[in-house]
């Protein structure tokens, strides 16, 4: 059995639980106030999860900080997918939206190589456990408007207008 580490994250959306394997992040996900923070809640195909420190861990939540303060625009940690080959193709694909800009669904479908599968994208969007990181918050409706995201449509909302206003002002500097 793998041992996973995990960590409690402060971010200014709330509060974040990150799970790391030997190999890199596995899981980050918004901790809920209504939900108690239980292994099971986040990996319940794992038994053994310990909570203390790791290189992987200390890595995110220096990169974190640097995010939300607008100093990084990109994530340099090791990146552990799960899930079907569709799923793992289409959340790569995510890797490549570049900050401060939306794409929708169809365009996302479109550029992973599956122009037909939309709602299939958008299943395994909605499914990734590597929130923020892998940035699905990027990917909005054809018409513009914010669709689903698990961590809520106004932590969307706040990720994307905060890409934004650094990438602006990193336009006019």
Same mark, same amino acid.
């Given at each position: 059995?793998?041992?996973?580490?995990?960590?409690?994250?402060?971010?200014?959306? +709330?509060?974040?639980?990150?799970?790391?394997?030997?190999?890199? %992040?596995?899981?980050?996900? @918004?901790?809920?106030? =209504?939900?108690?923070? /239980?292994?099971?809640?986040?990996? !319940?195909?794992?038994? =053994?999860?310990?909570? *203390?420190?790791?290189?992987?861990?200390?890595? %995110?939540?220096?990169?974190?900080?640097?995010? @939300?303060?607008?100093? /990084?625009?990109? @994530?340099?940690?090791?990146?552990? @997918?799960?899930?079907?080959?569709?799923?793992?193709? #289409?959340?790569?694909?995510?890797?490549? #939206?570049?900050? +401060?800009?939306?794409?929708?669904? *169809?365009?996302?479908?479109?550029?992973?190589?599956? !122009?037909?599968?939309? $709602?299939?994208? &958008?299943?395994? =969007?909605? =499914?990734?456990? %590597?929130?923020?990181?892998? !940035?699905?918050? $990027?990917?909005?409706?054809?018409?513009?408007?914010?669709?689903?995201?698990?961590?809520?449509?106004? /932590? *969307?909302?706040?990720?994307?207008?905060?890409? &934004?206003?650094?990438?602006?002002? &990193?336009?006019? &500097?």
């Amino acid at each position: 059995m793998e041992t996973l580490y995990s960590k409690i994250i402060q971010t200014p959306l +709330g509060d974040i639980i990150a799970v790391v394997t030997k190999d890199g %992040l596995y899981s980050l996900d @918004f901790i809920e106030d =209504n939900r108690p923070v /239980r292994e099971e809640n986040y990996l !319940p195909d794992v038994l =053994n999860m310990v909570q *203390k420190g790791n290189l992987y861990l200390d890595k %995110l939540e220096i990169q974190l900080d640097e995010y @939300f303060s607008g100093e /990084r625009k990109q @994530f340099d940690i090791e990146l552990v @997918f799960s899930g079907s080959d569709f799923k793992k193709k #289409v959340l790569k694909a995510l890797l490549d #939206v570049p900050y +401060g800009t939306v794409q929708s669904y *169809k365009e996302q479908a479109e550029y992973a190589g599956v !122009p037909k599968a939309i $709602r299939a994208v &958008a299943t395994a =969007n909605a =499914n990734n456990k %590597l929130m923020i990181v892998v !940035p699905c918050h $990027r990917i909005v409706g054809t018409d513009g408007e914010l669709r689903g995201y698990r961590g809520g449509l106004y /932590r *969307k909302k706040y990720l994307i207008d905060m890409e &934004a206003k650094y990438s602006a002002e &990193a336009s006019k &500097a």
